[in-house]
């Protein structure tokens, strides 16, 4: 179960990572305009009317938001890593950082692995 969870967050990590900065930014948004005091109409009414919880919901909602933007990061700069990395056609070089290759690529979908094995097909790299 723990395997399958670790592949669909992988395959996914830029559209979670999305998701997650946008619900960081709600819930901040919608925390802020409650501490003002500031009504809406409609449904936003009974979510910024929580007076109680809006600083629990400030907190969360940063918290979200920095965990967004972290995988982003993160996903971003393995990404640029690998593709600078793949552009090579010198087998010493590709030789030279194979390790740090791999641990990169495991935090990638698949496509990036797929990428790496032909990539070493070509160079002949076992």
């Given at each position: 179960?723990?395997?399958k969870l670790t592949n669909f967050l992988r395959e996914y990590v830029f559209t979670l990572s999305i998701l997650l900065i946008i619900l960081g930014l709600v819930l901040l948004i919608l925390s802020i305009l409650g501490l003002q005091n500031i009504t809406l109409?409609?449904?936003l009414t009974s979510i910024t009317s929580l007076n109680l919880w809006n600083a629990y919901i400030l907190v969360f909602g940063l918290i979200i938001l920095a965990?967004?933007?972290y995988y982003q990061h993160s996903f971003q700069k393995n990404k640029?890593?690998?593709l600078k990395e793949l552009e090579t056609n010198k087998r010493s070089e590709l030789?030279?950082?194979h390790k740090e290759i791999h641990?990169?690529?495991k935090?990638?979908?698949s496509k990036y692995q797929k990428m790496l094995s032909d990539k070493e097909k070509e160079l002949n790299i076992k």
């Amino acid at each position: 179960m723990a395997g399958k969870l670790t592949n669909f967050l992988r395959e996914y990590v830029f559209t979670l990572s999305i998701l997650l900065i946008i619900l960081g930014l709600v819930l901040l948004i919608l925390s802020i305009l409650g501490l003002q005091n500031i009504t809406l109409g409609g449904i936003l009414t009974s979510i910024t009317s929580l007076n109680l919880w809006n600083a629990y919901i400030l907190v969360f909602g940063l918290i979200i938001l920095a965990f967004g933007i972290y995988y982003q990061h993160s996903f971003q700069k393995n990404k640029r890593f690998i593709l600078k990395e793949l552009e090579t056609n010198k087998r010493s070089e590709l030789c030279k950082r194979h390790k740090e290759i791999h641990r990169r690529i495991k935090h990638l979908p698949s496509k990036y692995q797929k990428m790496l094995s032909d990539k070493e097909k070509e160079l002949n790299i076992k």
